[in-house]
């Protein structure tokens, strides 16, 4: 029993890493590579320097694609390969979640906050797609520990008697700058939890005052490790300023709802744990005077607010409010819920009640097979079906035809080329009479009798590519199939 108590946090971390990874690994490969995942794997393909040379043209930043190139090599594009990575940067996250609220909070938000990320569906969803966001949550929460080890080493001199107070603050200065430069070569929105900090800093003083330097050699060796990337991100912001992303502004207090209710698997949580906070909050008021100065607390709820708001409020400009871009948050907001869940009701015999209704909550609404709702694998299948060597595949938008190319033919996926990026992918398909296109007069689909219309939500993308209308007017629907949830497959012929 005393081996049990003495080792009970390692076994509970344990227990966690494998729930966890039992939940987010058990449907890996059952949805279709989708979205944008056939874009990273298809670029990390290649060799280093075009994915450096290409992802420095639009809104990627390298490191994820350098870590999938490495591992793909070993492993291969399936799906389940592909996604591997995501599913151990999530169990990272988790066993850094709870050591986190193990040693800075206490070991009952350590629990309640690892249960609300191993059965959130949102973190299910992101662990389960072969993209940055599950590394971005994972970094997030390491670059967090660590800078919260150099404020405890800081306001806990005599704490540790073994350890130099000032060699521990340079070894985790050290470890912070590594994995905070990481987190910006990762996603440009990495850079908020690098504000984060430092707007916390710069509100603590006594901390400013002592270990200056030590900050500013932080920012300066940063600055320096990014300065390959640096001219890419102005380019970003100035774009994504004048000319606005592909979102839509933010939408009130219904957005923010809608994305809490994404963190929280289903209204029926959301509205609970909305009143949680809520509650919590009164009582935090009420109490103002009696409260205890926890500057880890503190820590916690300033980079939930700060990042989500501030995102939020900046959507009404230039919109990035979304599910994805707020992973930093996200990490951020199960350790909050444990605050709150904890703090409602202060009484032993009964602060437990809350934190178990919702943790059950949790439990019962969590769907490890949540779909991503890309049937790509489902399409192709369609397309196969009803093609014959006299038919013309149109599909739009152009973009789509790697995740196309992925299900249609792996060896043609696989072709890919350093220097012109999709030219073998193309070339394949328009010997299949596949073709990619934005805008009907991009085909000479006149000499066809026979003609496959993949839409791909093509509306939303390029909304005037006139290729319904002009395929209406001109041949008439044999069949067309709805697949769920954003593909339509339209077959013509001739009338």
Not at 111 to 116: C, D, E, F, K, V
Not at 225 to 254: C, D, H, M, Q
Request: some cysteine.
């Amino acid at each position: 029993m005393q081996n049990l108590k003495k080792y009970q946090h390692v076994i509970i971390a344990i227990a966690l890493l494998l729930v966890n990874f039992a939940i987010k690994g058990i449907f890996l490969s059952s949805n279709s590579l989708g979205g944008d995942e056939p874009f990273s794997v298809y670029h990390a393909q290649m060799n280093i320097s075009s994915i450096l040379n290409l992802l420095a043209e639009g809104n990627n930043p390298p490191l994820y694609e350098i870590i999938l190139h490495f591992w793909i090599k070993f492993f291969g594009i399936s799906e389940f390969s592909v996604r591997f990575p995501s599913l151990l940067f999530s169990c990272i996250t988790v066993l850094f979640i709870y050591k986190l609220g193990i040693k800075y909070l206490n070991k009952r938000i350590a629990l309640y906050a690892s249960i609300a990320f191993v059965f959130s569906n949102y973190h299910v969803l992101f662990a389960h797609e072969a993209r940055v966001y599950a590394l971005l949550g994972m970094l997030s929460i390491i670059s967090m520990y660590y800078f919260m080890g150099i404020l405890y080493d800081i306001l806990n001199p005599k704490e540790n008697h073994n350890i130099n107070p000032k060699s521990s603050v340079k070894k985790k200065f050290i470890i912070l700058i590594i994995v905070n430069t990481l987190i910006i070569y990762s996603h440009y929105f990495g850079f908020f939890i690098v504000i984060t900090q430092f707007l916390f800093l710069a509100f603590n003083k006594n901390i400013i005052s002592k270990y200056w330097k030590h900050i500013l050699v932080s920012i300066g060796i940063i600055g320096i490790l990014y300065t390959p990337n640096i001219i890419v991100v102005l380019n970003r912001f100035v774009e994504s300023s004048s000319s606005g992303t592909w979102l839509k502004p933010a939408n009130g207090l219904e957005g923010i709802y809608n994305m809490l209710r994404q963190f929280l698997n289903a209204p029926v949580v959301a509205v609970s744990v909305i009143a949680v906070l809520v509650i919590a909050l009164v009582k935090y008021i009420i109490t103002w005077k009696n409260r205890q100065k926890n500057i880890y607390y503190r820590l916690i709820i300033v980079w939930f607010v700060f990042i989500f708001f501030f995102m939020f409020g900046i959507s009404y400009i230039v919109p990035m409010f979304l599910d994805r871009y707020l992973m930093p948050a996200a990490v951020a907001f199960v350790l909050v819920l444990g605050i709150a869940v904890d703090y409602i009701i202060s009484k032993p015999k009964y602060n437990y009640i809350v934190p178990i209704i919702i943790c059950l909550l949790l439990i019962a609404t969590v769907k490890p097979n949540i779909t991503n709702k890309r049937n790509v694998e489902e399409t192709v299948e369609k397309i196969k079906e009803i093609k014959d060597t006299n038919t013309l595949v149109i599909i739009c938008p152009s973009h789509f035809i790697l995740n196309f190319a992925y299900y249609y033919d792996k060896e043609i996926f696989k072709d890919y080329t350093n220097d012109d990026t999709y030219s073998n992918i193309n070339n394949a398909l328009s010997l299949k009479n596949i073709y990619g296109i934005n805008h009907i007069s991009e085909i000479d689909y006149k000499k066809w009798e026979h003609i496959v219309f993949l839409d791909a939500a093509a509306s939303f993308s390029y909304p005037d590519n006139d290729i319904i209308n002009t395929l209406n007017a001109n041949y008439s629907v044999q069949n067309e199939y709805k697949i769920y949830e954003i593909f339509d497959v339209i077959e013509y012929k001739v009338e």
